[in-house]
């Protein structure tokens, strides 16, 4: 069965630096997300990605995060100089054309910044 | 802005113990409402789609319904399997948004 792969599954950072978080969505999926959820608190929202750019993004979402999918199989989510409230379990997660809210979710990366 | 609230935060249950979980929403157009189970340290995983007040969804022993401003998910006669977190989450407004709102989740424990 298909399923979207992350990697690392753990990263460990210091404030400051950047990190370049993976996934590999489903291949044939089109619609792509990033998501955090910080320890003990609820899965949220940061920005989705169709037809090579961002669709929408919320309020986390600021200067200091971007996303590409620079070929045809990668998704990627780079934090640009991490702050210590970073700390979170980041899921990628993509859904095919109907479906809404069929999404399918990775394992996470856990990114710890300290 | 759009707000999920889950009820209770937590239930434990015996084995074979019927219950309900509760999901409440103010949102502004709804047009999803959607069901996700969560495992420790796992991604969530997706359970069921419903669109409009008075839909009704199931698999096995789980049965999702919707009202215009709640939602239920109904576990019969529940295993330890069904021991997860499920969490309720919405898509509102109109056109392309992908936004996902997600409430805190509750989370089930099922006792032999």
């Known amino acids: 069965e298909p399923e979207v792969t992350q990697t690392p599954s753990h990263q460990v950072t210091q404030m400051g630096q950047e990190v370049i978080l993976r996934c590999v969505p489903i291949s044939n999926h089109l619609y792509f997300y990033w998501y955090r959820q910080i320890l003990g608190q609820k899965v949220e929202f940061l920005v989705s990605?169709?037809?090579?750019?961002?669709?929408?993004k919320s309020e986390i979402f600021d200067d200091q995060f971007s996303v590409e999918r620079p070929d045809g199989s990668n998704f990627t989510l780079k934090i640009r100089s991490t702050k210590l409230e970073d700390s979170a379990m980041y899921f990628c997660a993509s859904r095919g054309v109907g479906g809404l809210g069929e999404q399918y979710f990775g394992p996470g990366t856990r990114l710890t910044v300290t | 802005e759009d707000q999920v609230t889950q009820s209770p935060e937590a239930l434990r249950l015996q084995e074979g113990e019927s219950s309900s979980l509760n999901c409440s929403y103010t949102v502004s157009g709804l047009r999803g409402l959607f069901w996700y189970r969560q495992d420790p340290g796992k991604g969530p995983e997706f359970l069921f789609t419903?669109?409009?007040a008075g839909e009704e969804k199931e698999k096995e022993r789980l049965k999702a319904t919707l009202t215009k401003k709640e939602s239920f998910l109904h576990i019969t006669a529940p295993k330890p399997e069904d021991s997860a977190t499920y969490l309720c989450?919405?898509?509102?407004?109109?056109?392309?948004?992908?936004?996902?709102?997600f409430g805190t989740g509750t989370k089930l424990q099922v006792i032999p």
């Open positions: 989450a919405v898509q509102a407004g109109s056109g392309g948004y992908q936004k996902v709102t």
């Open positions: 990605f169709y037809n090579n750019e961002i669709s929408e």
């Open positions: 419903l669109y409009s």
